[in-house]
């Protein structure tokens, strides 16, 4: 059975950091991209970061460049998601999601996406 588990998320003032965690079961790293999506209220999701073993570049949405940073650990089945410089715009729920694409672009830019873990709020207040 594939599980994602997000975790990290909280309340942090602007300009604070966070690190989001999405440990995955099911399925390994090498195998799907993987990445972060986000949702605030009254707008659309949209792909924030999102990456794949097989392709070095990782997608970032132009919002979030210079300020946040994906990972992955492969051994621990793991992705981060590093948030730095927080603003009041990326106060939102933060979902990881999987599925089997070549690159972390092609999942970020997916209308459908196979595999979603829980949500985890983030909110930064000015």
């Known amino acids: 059975e594939v599980q994602l588990q997000a975790s990290g998320g909280g309340s942090v003032q602007t300009g604070g950091s966070l690190r989001l965690s999405c440990a995955v079961s099911g399925f390994t790293l090498r195998d799907f991209a993987i990445g972060w999506f986000r949702q605030a209220p009254g707008k659309e999701r949209e792909g924030v970061s999102c990456?794949?073993?097989?392709?070095?570049?990782?997608y970032y949405v132009d919002s979030v460049k210079g300020r946040f940073t994906i990972s992955s650990d492969n051994a621990k089945n793991t992705v981060y998601l590093q948030m730095n410089g927080l603003k009041p715009e990326d106060t939102a729920v933060y979902y990881c999601a999987a599925h089997k694409v070549a690159t972390g672009w092609a999942l970020c830019l997916r209308p459908s996406i196979d595999y979603w873990g829980q949500g985890t709020l983030v909110t930064v207040s000015s």
């Open positions: 990456i794949s073993s097989s392709d070095p570049s990782p």
